[in-house]
């Protein structure tokens, strides 16, 4: 079919019907610096003005007394500070670099089916990674009930999940609903854009120019998940930031991984207003019939979402032809 194949290369000069495709594509623009080297500048950059810069000036602007600072105050820092040290350094960087934004940040409206096949994909990994979650916290619980060693180790990190779990918690809690609309812009809307822009779009994008898709979009997870400071979580947000990264890539727009991150958030968002102050994952877990449980889970989960990620790649093999 040359005619519809023409057409198609049209439309999307970037074919790639497998994830781990090396072809690249031809792009009209050269960046002033090494591609790679733009993706580390957007890493340390959004780190360095996001987690230090922001973190600063919150701390100045509240006198060095977060624990009481109003709340509502703390949100409305929060979502400048995802904004100014997030998404704007993103665009410009892709500005400054590669002259045309729009060439690194592809903002494409999906179709329905698309987002409907990756929201599959994300309802199905959401219980997933809660269940290797509890395994895993099983296990480190016995390794540190056996090892001093293990144990001072799991005490610095319960002190920061507690510490990072008593921030978003006090971000979370709304006593009305417009104050609930609130905290999703802030928690879910906001981050959902901002960091899929920095991460999904300049970064990975970057790394792409050099580096094979697949493993630009690991390496962009992985700093994703280190960039989150959740210890007990960081493999969990390692898997769903490659997930965000494989969504960006395959369907060639960021709505797509805007659209599950937001799911994402606000998924936790609504389970933590129906748990309420309850931890959503316990860090001391010594239940082995919860154990086996789990285990039987995690696998029937994994084979479903092996599932969904073929579907999906099946469905954009069939439509680069059409």
Known sequence: MPDSENNSNQENPETRPDFNNNRRSVHDTYPL???????FLGLIGGFFLYQFIGGILTLLIFDFDIDNAPVNSLRLMTMAG???FI????????????????????IKMPKWIELALFSAGIIILTPLLQSYLYIQNFFIEQLAANSEMVKSVKSFFDSL???????????LKA?????????????????????????????QKSFEFRIKPFWAALITAIFFGLYHFNPYGLLPLIALGFYFGFAAYISKSLIVPMFLHFLNNFGAIMLYYIIGDDELINTNVTDSAGLES???LFFILSLLFTIIILVIKKYYSKIKFI
């Open 294 to 296: 789990n285990i039987t």
């Open 175 to 203: 006593d009305s609903v417009p104050e609930m609309f609130l905290v999703i812009l802030i928690i879910a809307v906001v981050p959902a854009v901002s960091e899929e822009v920095m991460f999904r779009g300049y970064i």
């Open 33 to 39: 610096i090494s591609p790679i080297a733009a993706a």
């Open 161 to 171: 999940n507690e510490l990072v779990e008593k921030t978003y918690g006090n971000m």
């Open 87 to 106: 998404l704007l350094p993103a665009l410009l960087f892709a500005k400054w670099i590669y002259g045309d934004v729009s060439d690194i940040i592809s």
């Open 82 to 84: 995802q904004i100014l």
